[in-house]
């Protein structure tokens, strides 16, 4: 059964204050891991697509990279309008499946 | 352009009632998909359409059911509420769908469903 796993379940960082989150994945055929934010009471808003190990986007202070296993989403100099939760998802299986499976997000709280 | 669009905004309902939540894409995306989000399980794909037929489907009883139009809106309707119900119900679409391997879905605000 395809799995993601997202650790720190939350992470509190002073504005300036660089550091990752992890997203792990067990899936089979990964099609694509996909990076996303969410503010509370919204849906969630795209930010990147992986679809091979050694891939890496950048945005602004965020930066996404791919392995085999696992994606990690590095936030350099985060500034408070950073806080949000942030979901990563994998699309796996044979193509025409659109089915994404998340993981249960890092809720990122960034201190002025 | 105008993104994923999802109404009502805010339900609710009480149990054993039914209810059914819109969903308009993003102009000129075919496929559909929903979600279900709760603090507990996060988001789960509920299932997803494409062309007016269903192409996938998540891990959820019967009472969940959805549909597509022509102009690739889709509706969700949950019959015989239960508590557990209550939830953020969200909906995302996608351009090119189909034999497409990678799609990047583009989620709408989500409607807020209590069932008391």
């Known amino acids: 059964e395809d799995q993601v796993t997202q650790s720190p379940e939350a992470l509190r960082l002073q504005e300036g204050e660089s550091s990752s989150l992890n997203c792990s994945y067990t899936v089979s055929g990964l099609r694509g891991l996909f990076w996303y934010r969410q503010d509370p009471g919204k849906g969630p808003e795209f930010l990147f697509t992986?679809?091979?190990a050694g891939e890496e986007k950048e945005k602004e202070r965020l930066k996404a990279t791919l392995t085999k296993k696992e994606s990690f989403l590095h936030i350099t100099a985060p500034k408070p309008e950073d806080s949000a939760t942030y979901l990563c998802a994998v699309q796996a299986g044979v193509s025409g499946s659109e089915k994404l499976v998340f993981g249960k997000g890092t809720k990122l709280t960034v201190n002025p | 352009k105008a993104g994923v669009t999802q109404t009502p905004r805010y339900l609710i309902k009480t149990r054993g009632q039914q209810v059914t939540l819109s969903c308009s894409p993003i102009s000129g995306h075919r496929s559909v998909s929903w979600y279900q989000q709760t603090p507990g399980q996060g988001l789960q794909f509920l299932f997803e359409y494409f062309s007016e037929t269903q192409r996938n489907k998540g891990n959820f009883p019967g009472r969940f059911s959805g549909r597509q139009f022509s102009n690739s809106r889709s509706e969700m309707n949950v019959s015989t509420l239960e508590l557990g119900d209550s939830a953020l119900y969200l909906c995302a679409s996608s351009f090119l769908g189909g034999l497409s391997s990678y799609n990047e879905q583009f989620f709408g605000p989500g409607t807020r469903l209590t069932v008391l």
């Open positions: 992986l679809y091979s």
